[in-house]
């Protein structure tokens, strides 16, 4: 069945040679080939009112830091004169271009005469047979899917590589004697403790409680105005089901958004504060992620950053719950299990923990930060009862500096 159906339809519609086989499952497409199925490929991104070209920008958009959606990508008008690309336009347009998608050819062409197979072997077992209608649309389905997917796939590798590169770059180290808006000493002991020697760190009450009500109303609003969208691949898989949305402290509006402006202002010196108490070496970051759980929303366990292929660039994690009350019986607990050694403790004989091993369930309650090891923490966040606010900062550094057995950190 592998590449049955995709050798027919280009036969039929193309009007061309069917590629030869170069060998059992390897196929040799040549030029006339490959310039069709390129055509059909932007086809199918433009066609239809550019249904799967908006389908991909949105999903970029909920996946990879970039600022909210603004509906141009791939053949869509460009940015105004002066106003530039943002980092989703960007890598949507350099893996929509034709030479990229001549790399695709082949790789897309294959999942989708698997995946179509699949989907017609299992109709076949349940008695249904899909006329020739019906399979046409089918294939058309799953070509569209599979394009976006891996197109997907390849525009977050690009961007995973770029934020790992970074990790290490100098010229963004929050050096804290070059901070001036304040004295950096908004962590309790306990808190900065608890991040170097157990891999997470917790903060009450980090804001007023008047800041707290505005930051509350502005994030539904944000979701009321239908800003928060899924992140669609991994609702798909039942990895999570939050709804997010990126902002910048430049893009806030300071008159109406006085809230997330006091926030974000807040939290731009988390690393400078970091760096001067426990020598991490982080970066400055102003680019923040809103959350929203609906009842019975969920995040399984995962880690957020990780060490060699696994770099993405994240090594601490700030996590600000904005939710107007919370109770034990409302759930929605970031459960933080128990911390992995990480290379350099692993090279000098700690032992590992328990895979599953739980560590402790943290209430997101209102106006609660807490910080955590992106690359050492495995975490969840349980199901909620109630809708679930929160407001997220990555912050890059290298692997190595405050990650070694017995590294300094100043606990006051």
């Given amino acids: 069945?592998?590449?049955?159906?995709?050798?027919?339809?280009?036969?039929?519609?193309?009007?061309?040679?069917?590629?030869?086989?170069?060998?059992?499952?390897?196929?040799?497409?040549?030029?006339?080939t490959i310039e069709v199925m390129v055509q059909v490929l932007q086809d199918v991104l433009m066609g239809n009112n550019m249904l799967a070209r908006n389908d991909l920008e949105r999903r970029v958009r909920s996946g990879?830091?970039?600022?909210e959606f603004r509906g141009r990508c791939c053949g869509a008008p460009a940015a105004p004169v002066d106003q530039e690309d943002d980092v989703a336009a960007q890598y949507i347009r350099e893996h929509t271009k034709p030479s990229a998608l001549r790399d695709m050819v082949g790789p897309i062409?294959?999942?989708?005469?698997?995946?179509?197979?699949?989907?017609?072997?299992?109709?076949?077992?349940?008695?249904?047979?899909?006329d020739a209608e019906t399979e046409s649309k089918v294939r058309k389905d799953v070509l569209k899917e599979c394009l976006i997917r891996h197109i997907l796939g390849c525009i977050n590798a690009d961007n995973s590589g770029t934020q790992a590169s970074g990790s290490s770059d100098a010229g963004l180290l929050a050096t804290p004697q070059g901070y001036f808006g304040g004295d950096l000493n908004s962590f309790s002991g306990d808190a900065i403790r608890g991040l170097m020697q157990h891999g997470f760190g917790i903060q009450d009450d980090w804001m007023e409680g008047s800041v707290v009500d505005d930051i509350c109303n502005e994030l539904e609003y944000l979701d009321f105005d239908g800003k928060l969208m899924e992140v669609q691949q991994q609702k798909m898989t039942g990895h999570r089901?939050?709804?997010?949305?990126?902002?910048?402290?430049?893009?806030?509006?300071?008159?109406?958004?006085?809230?997330?402006?006091?926030?974000?202002?807040?939290?731009?010196?988390?690393?400078?504060?970091?760096?001067?108490?426990?020598?991490?070496?982080?970066?400055?970051?102003?680019?923040?992620?809103?959350?929203?759980?609906?009842p019975q929303g969920y995040y399984k366990k995962h880690v957020d950053g990780g060490y060699n292929d696994l770099n993405n660039g994240r090594k601490i994690t700030a996590i600000y719950y904005a939710n107007k009350s919370w109770s034990s019986s409302n759930g929605g607990e970031l459960r933080m299990h128990k911390r992995k050694p990480n290379p350099f403790e692993v090279a000098k004989g700690i032992p590992d923990c328990t895979e599953d091993e739980i560590d402790q369930d943290i209430e997101p309650q209102r106006g609660r930060l807490?910080?955590?090891?992106?690359?050492?923490?495995?975490?969840?966040?349980?199901?909620?009862?109630?809708?679930?606010y929160a407001v997220s900062l990555w912050l890059m550094g290298p692997p190595g500096p405050g990650d070694q057995p017995d590294a300094h950190y100043t606990p006051t």
Avoid at 8 to 24: G, Y
Avoid at 64 to 67: H, M, P, R, S
Avoid at 370 to 388: E, G, L, Q, T, Y
Wanted: charged share 30%.
């Fill in 1 to 32: 069945m592998k590449g049955g159906f995709l050798n027919k339809a280009i036969a039929r519609d193309a009007d061309v040679p069917v590629p030869k086989t170069k060998s059992p499952g390897m196929k040799q497409w040549d030029e006339q």
């Fill in 64 to 67: 990879t830091g970039a600022k």
């Fill in 109 to 130: 062409m294959e999942q989708v005469a698997t995946l179509f197979g699949r989907v017609k072997e299992r109709g076949k077992n349940d008695g249904l047979v899909m």
């Fill in 241 to 294: 089901t939050d709804r997010i949305c990126w902002l910048t402290y430049e893009g806030l509006d300071r008159e109406k958004q006085p809230g997330l402006t006091k926030l974000f202002k807040k939290m731009i010196s988390i690393p400078f504060e970091l760096n001067k108490k426990c020598s991490l070496y982080l970066q400055a970051s102003a680019s923040f992620q809103m959350a929203c759980y609906a």
């Fill in 370 to 388: 807490v910080v955590f090891r992106s690359r050492d923490m495995p975490h969840a966040v349980m199901p909620c009862k109630h809708k679930r």
